[in-house]
């Protein structure tokens, strides 16, 4: 399957298919030097079966985690870029998750004013969302993704079978961005969260927020408007984050309880509660509101004295609406 991403000269296609990760060559040139950039948690047979198709193909493997998104990783990566003598025309390939992805296209943006790049997503969250819209990104200390550029890919693969390494909890945590999706944009994916097994139905779950990412990248993708529906969740999410430590919950764990007060309606919070459990999310984490509400008003979309926050009032739209920080602080009871 192919859905392409129509931004001008800059678009892509995401192809779309089980094994996929083995026929990387037919779709793109990997006859020239290639980088494949990946992480110590992404299994190394996918690594392996990449580097066998490029015959002039080499593999750096960076520390899992978020700590990786940092700018001592990316100066070890531009330094192997230039020892190994990589030219604009040669190939930056991200191989993993969302880290891999904004780390490795943050490279490709930078590294002689860009080179190309592709990126083959291996987690849900990646797939769903951090591979598609251009966004790259490092952290500079605690704060995250302030160092970056929009940067698209010249392609990007989605194998499903990479998923079937994927710990549960990453992939519940990625399907969160799924059930955003549907929350602001097509009640479908809502659905089909709520019939059955998950498991079952992921492909068009997955596929579905794809769609959903691309029609509103297209329609905004510097985010001067529209594409701040995608912070759905994400502004209390980040504050909940923040709070603990970025390492206790995951980045969807935290969107998901961001997401319950931004829902107007009591019964489709009710609704949504029931599909975060159902991913094996806690709705009922403590934490303490006063310094929560602090780490969201320090959020980067804040101005100097309201927030947009993202609000849904119906299931599959949302609106922005400009907030106080005072009248942000009561969505925290
Ligand atoms: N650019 C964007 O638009 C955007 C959007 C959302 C999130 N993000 C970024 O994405 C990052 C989070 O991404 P993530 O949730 O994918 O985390 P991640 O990249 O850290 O991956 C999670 C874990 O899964 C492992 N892994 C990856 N693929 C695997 C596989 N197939 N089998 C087994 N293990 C595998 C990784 O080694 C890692 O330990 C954050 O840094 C966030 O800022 C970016
Ligand atoms: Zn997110």
Do not use: W
């Not at 392609?155 to 998923?163: M, Y």
């Not at 984050?241 to 009591?266: R, S």
């Not at 609704?271 to 320090?298: A, G, S």
């Amino acid at each position: 399957m192919k859905i392409s991403v129509d931004l001008k000269e800059n678009s892509y296609d995401i192809l779309i298919e089980d094994g996929i990760l083995n026929r990387v060559g037919e779709y793109i040139d990997l006859n020239r030097k290639v980088m494949i950039i990946t992480d110590s948690g992404v299994p190394k047979e996918y690594g392996d079966i990449l580097l066998s198709q490029c015959p002039m193909g080499e593999i750096i493997v960076v520390e899992q985690g978020e700590q990786s998104k940092s700018f001592s990783t990316y100066e070890r990566i531009c330094r192997k870029l230039l020892e190994s003598n990589f030219h604009r025309k040669d190939l930056i390939v991200a191989l993993g998750g969302g880290v891999i992805g904004d780390l490795a296209g943050f490279c490709a943006s930078t590294y002689m004013r860009g080179i190309d790049f592709i990126n083959i997503p291996t987690t849900t969250l990646s797939q769903i969302d951090s591979s598609i819209g251009g966004k790259t990104a490092i952290n500079l200390g605690d704060t995250k993704n302030i160092i970056g550029a929009f940067y698209q890919p010249k392609k990007v693969f989605i194998d499903f079978k990479t998923l079937e390494t994927l710990s549960e909890r990453d992939y519940n945590n990625g399907m969160v961005e799924a059930l955003k999706a549907g929350l602001i944009y097509d009640r479908e994916i809502f659905e089909l969260f709520e019939i059955g097994d998950i498991k079952e139905r992921y492909r068009d779950i997955i596929i579905k927020s794809i769609l959903v990412k691309k029609d509103v990248v297209e329609k905004d993708v510097r985010e001067q408007s529209l594409r701040k529906i995608l912070n759905f969740g994400h502004t209390i999410g980040h504050g909940i984050e923040g709070y603990f430590n970025f390492n206790e919950l995951l980045h969807g764990e935290a969107v998901a309880l961001g997401m319950l007060p931004m829902i107007e309606d009591n019964n489709l919070r009710e609704r949504t509660k029931k599909i975060i459990e159902k991913l094996n999310i806690r709705t009922d984490i403590n934490y303490d509101r006063e310094k929560v509400f602090k780490l969201m008003v320090k959020d980067k979309k804040a101005d100097s004295s309201k927030i947009t926050l993202v609000k849904v009032k119906e299931l599959g739209s949302a609106y922005l609406s400009d907030e106080t920080f005072e009248q942000c602080r009561k969505y925290l009871d």
